[in-house]
């Protein structure tokens, strides 16, 4: 957990570097730090301090808004969607 909170401040290659290979190019990095700030909070020792339900699902909306609308952008500036921009479905 050291690790991925280091991460979060971190620039977007060190973000990317703690976060599974088939993420790294498949994903924006605004949508990145938004699960991963997700991530380490949901992690908190003390059930007290964890995240809403309301919060954690608003947060994965605003990062599945983002990675849409940035596919859509690149799929539209490229003319054809590459494996790359496509990216992985997010559920």
């Known amino acids: 957990m050291r690790q991925l ?6 620039d977007e290659e060190g973000r990317r570097s703690a976060v599974d290979p088939a993420f790294r190019k498949a994903w924006l990095d605004q949508s990145l730090k938004t699960m991963m700030k ?3 909070r949901c992690l908190i020792k003390e059930p007290a301090d964890r995240p809403s339900i309301e919060y954690i699902l608003w947060n994965l909306q605003f990062a599945s808004q983002l990675q849409h609308a940035w596919r859509g952008h690149s799929q539209s500036s490229e003319g054809s969607p590459s494996s790359e921009s496509r ?3 997010f559920h």
Do not use: M, T
């Not at 909170?5 to 971190?10: C, K, P, R």
């Open 5 to 10: 909170q280091a991460s979060l401040g971190a």
């Open 38 to 40: 997700i991530y380490v």
């Open 87 to 89: 990216g992985l479905p």
